[in-house]
C-alpha cells in the first residue's frame, strides 16, 4: 500500500513547526506549540477524552506486534480502581529481529523525514491530550491538571525540542562535500565525500512510575529521529501513557511508508524484571532510564554495550540566606513542597536556614519563626481540601506512604503530615507534606555518621536543617550535590557575595540553580526550548533534558570517499 503521509504532505504540515523549534532551541525565548489549558482543545474534549479512557478499561490493549506470547496487565490507579487492561507480552527473541528489519528504509530516510514523521506523531498525541491526561492521571497519582499540563503539552514540548535538537545534531556536517588539494605541477587530488548519520541501533527506553511520558518523551523521540528502533518498556504500575504513545507511533509510521515495528512494546509479568535482561542483549544499543539510583547505577555499570542516558536520584537544595520579598518566599516555597506530594525530582527536599537567623523584608527571623511561617504557609495553601486534592494528587505507591509515615522519628517535626479525602476517589491516598526539623551543624555531616537529610527521601517529606552560618550552608550544599547529586538548587539572599558562593559551588558541582523565586515560577518545573532539566554532570543524572550531548551520540556519521 502506497504511503499515506508523503514526505510532502509531511513537509507541508510540520517543516514550519520544526523550523520554529530550532528557533527555540538556539534563542531559548519561551514558545510551545502545544495548549496548557484544556479548553484549547475545543467544548467536547474533556468529555471524549474520559470516555476515550474509559473505553480502554478492562479489555485487552490490541498493538499486533510481531511475537505476541501472551498477556499482562494488573495497572491499580493511584485514585483507587484497577483499570483492567492487558497488554501483549512479547517473546524478545521474536520480536527485536523484527524490529530491526526496517532500520534500513528508516535509516535512508534522512534527518528531515524523520523528524517530520516524530512531529506527526507528536501532533497527533497533542489532539488526543485529555485522553493522554486520564491515562497519566490514573497511573501516577498526578491530580487532573498536572495530569493534563505535564502529561500532555509539556511532554510533549520535551519530544518536539529532542527532535529539533537531533536534527540539528545530524544536519551539522553536510551531506556531500567535494574535496580538492592542490598539488602543484601535478594537478589537485580531488575526492568527493558523503556522510551519514548511522543509528547505533535498537534503543530500549525504561519508563517510569511518576512521569511516564513527560520523563520518556525526550529519549523516545531523540532515538526515533537519530534514526533508531525504539523498544518501550513501561513501569508495571504505568503502562497505558506509553502504550497508546507506541500505538500512535506505529499508525504513523505505516501511514508513512516505514515499519511499525520501529517502535514496541516491551511489558512485564509480575516478577519478570525483564528490564535487566533486555538491557544487556547485543540488540540493544541506547537505553533511557529514569528512576531509583541502585538501578542506574546498574545500569552504567552492565549495559556495557550501550549509551546509557540515566536520570536518578538527589538531594535538592535550598539556601535561605536572606530575601526582600518574605511573603513570597514563603508561597514560592510552600508551592514547590506541596506539588505532586512531592513526588518530583525536582522537588526541594533540604531547606538550610541559619540557626541565628535571616534578614528579611519583615524583619529579622529566627530559625524557628523561618522554619515555623514556612510549616504555616503549606498549611495555608493546603487548609482547602479541594485546593489541597488539586495541588496534592495521590501518592504514587506505597513506598512512598511509608517514607512519610517513618519521618516522624527522623526528627522534631515542625509540620504533620494530614490525611485528606477525595471526594471523587475515595480510595485515594492523599497527604499534605510533612518538615522535619534537623541539625545541620558542620560535624553533624562531616562525621560520617547516618544523616537522614544526605539521603533522598522521595516524596512529601523535607528537612528544616538548621547550619551555623550562611558559609556552613554553601559548603552543605557544596558536599550534598559532590556526593548525593542534585536535580535543582535553590536560594534566597540579598547578599551579593553570598549569591557568588551559591553560583560558584552550582557551577563547579555541575547544579541548575534558581534565585529569588517569588513569584509563578518555581524551582522544580522548568520550561522546554529554554530550561536544561539536569546537568548530566552531578550523581543525579548523567544526561540533561535536552541538549546536544543528549541526542550527538545517538549516531555516528559514517563517511563515503570517491574518486572524483
Same mark, same amino acid.
Given at each position: ?22 528557533d ?71 520480536l ?12 535512508q ?6 523528524a ?14 485529555h ?35 537531533a ?5 551539522r556536517?553536510p551531506?556531500?562535500a567535494?574535496?580538492?588539494k592542490?598539488?602543484?605541477?601535478r ?60 500505538r ?55 549495559a556495557?554495550? $550501550?549509551?546509557?542516558?540515566t536520570?536518578? *536520584?538527589? %538531594?535538592? &537544595?535550598? #539556601? =535561605?540566606?536572606?530575601? +526582600?520579598?518574605? @511573603? ?48 504555616a ?27 512519610l ?6 526528627g ?6 494530614r490525611?485528606? $479525602? ?5 480510595? *485515594?491516598? %492523599?497527604? &499534605?507534606? #510533612? =518538615?522535619?526539623?534537623? +541539625?545541620?551543624? @558542620? ?79 518555581y ?7 529554554s ?11 548523567? *544526561? ?21
Amino acid at each position: 500500500m502506497a504511503a499515506q503521509l508523503t514526505p510532502q504532505k509531511l513537509a507541508e504540515a510540520h517543516r514550519p513547526t520544526l523550523d520554529q523549534a530550532l528557533d527555540a532551541i538556539r534563542s531559548r525565548a519561551y514558545w510551545s506549540p502545544h495548549p496548557e489549558h484544556p479548553k484549547a482543545y475545543g467544548e467536547s474534549a474533556p468529555a471524549d477524552g474520559l470516555a476515550a479512557f474509559d473505553s480502554l478499561r478492562d479489555t485487552r490493549f490490541e498493538l499486533d506486534q510481531p511475537g505476541t506470547d501472551g498477556w499482562a496487565g494488573g495497572e491499580i490507579s493511584p485514585y483507587g480502581p484497577a483499570l483492567g487492561i492487558e497488554y501483549p507480552h512479547a517473546d524478545i527473541d521474536v520480536l527485536l529481529p523484527a524490529m530491526r528489519a526496517g532500520g534500513a528504509a528508516w535509516r535512508q530516510a534522512g534527518p528531515e523525514t524523520r523528524a517530520l514523521v516524530c512531529l506527526e506523531i507528536l501532533s497527533r498525541i497533542s489532539a488526543r491530550t485529555h485522553e493522554f491526561a486520564q491515562a497519566v492521571m490514573h497511573t501516577s497519582g498526578q491530580a487532573f491538571m498536572m495530569a493534563f499540563q505535564a502529561g500532555g503539552p509539556h511532554a510533549q514540548d520535551r519530544g518536539m525540542e529532542a527532535v529539533a535538537y537531533a536534527y540539528q545534531e545530524q544536519t551539522r556536517t553536510p551531506a556531500v562535500a567535494d574535496w580538492s588539494k592542490p598539488q602543484g605541477k601535478r594537478g589537485p587530488l580531488e575526492l568527493r565525500k558523503s556522510f551519514t548519520a548511522v543509528p547505533r541501533g535498537i534503543a530500549l527506553l525504561i519508563g517510569c512510575n511518576t512521569f511516564p511520558t513527560w520523563n520518556s518523551y525526550p529519549g523516545l523521540f531523540a532515538s526515533l529521529a537519530t534514526g533508531n528502533p525504539v523498544l518501550v518498556k513501561p513501569h508495571p504500575r504505568a503502562v497505558l501513557p506509553l502504550a497508546l504513545t507506541v500505538r500512535v507511533a506505529r499508525e504513523v509510521l505505516t501511514e508513512a511508508g516505514f515499519d511499525p515495528n520501529l517502535v514496541a512494546l516491551a511489558v512485564e509479568r509480575p516478577g519478570e524484571g525483564i528490564a535487566k535482561t533486555l538491557a544487556v542483549r547485543p540488540e540493544i544499543r541506547i537505553i533511557d532510564y529514569t528512576g531509583s539510583t541502585a538501578f542506574g547505577d546498574w545500569l552504567e555499570t552492565h549495559a556495557r554495550q $550501550a549509551q546509557v542516558y540515566t536520570e536518578k *536520584a538527589g %538531594v535538592n &537544595t535550598v #539556601v =535561605i540566606d536572606s530575601t +526582600d520579598d518574605y @511573603r513570597g518566599m514563603l508561597a514560592n516555597l510552600a508551592f514547590s513542597l506541596s506539588l505532586y506530594s512531592g513526588q518530583m525530582c525536582t522537588t526541594p527536599q533540604n531547606l538550610l536556614i541559619p540557626r541565628d537567623g535571616i534578614t528579611t523584608d519583615a524583619g529579622e527571623k529566627s530559625y524557628d519563626e523561618v522554619v515555623a511561617d514556612i510549616a504555616a504557609a503549606v498549611d495555608g495553601l493546603l487548609g482547602d481540601d479541594a485546593r489541597a486534592n488539586a495541588l496534592l494528587g495521590a501518592l504514587v505507591n506505597p513506598d512512598v506512604k511509608a517514607r512519610l509515615e517513618a519521618a516522624a522519628g527522623l526528627g522534631e517535626v515542625a509540620l504533620a503530615s494530614r490525611e485528606i $479525602a477525595h471526594p471523587d476517589f475515595p480510595d *485515594a491516598v %492523599v497527604r &499534605t507534606p #510533612v =518538615i522535619v526539623k534537623s +541539625d545541620g551543624a @558542620r560535624k553533624v555531616w562531616e562525621s560520617g555518621d547516618d544523616v537522614p537529610y544526605l539521603a533522598e527521601c522521595f516524596g512529601p517529606v523535607s528537612f528544616a536543617v538548621a547550619v551555623d552560618s550562611t558559609e556552613d550552608a554553601v559548603e552543605l550544599l557544596r558536599r550534598t550535590v559532590r556526593d548525593r547529586g542534585a536535580m535543582t538548587v535553590g536560594a534566597y539572599t540579598t547578599s551579593e557575595e553570598a549569591e557568588r558562593a551559591i553560583e560558584d559551588v552550582c557551577l563547579e558541582e555541575r547544579a541548575q540553580l534558581s534565585l529569588n523565586l517569588t513569584s509563578g515560577v518555581y524551582v522544580n518545573q522548568t520550561a522546554a526550548f529554554s530550561d536544561f532539566h539536569g546537568s548530566g554532570g552531578n550523581p543525579a543524572a548523567n *544526561a540533561a533534558l535536552c541538549d546536544a550531548a543528549f541526542v550527538a551520540n545517538r549516531f555516528r556519521v559514517v563517511e563515503v570517499r570517491r574518486q572524483a
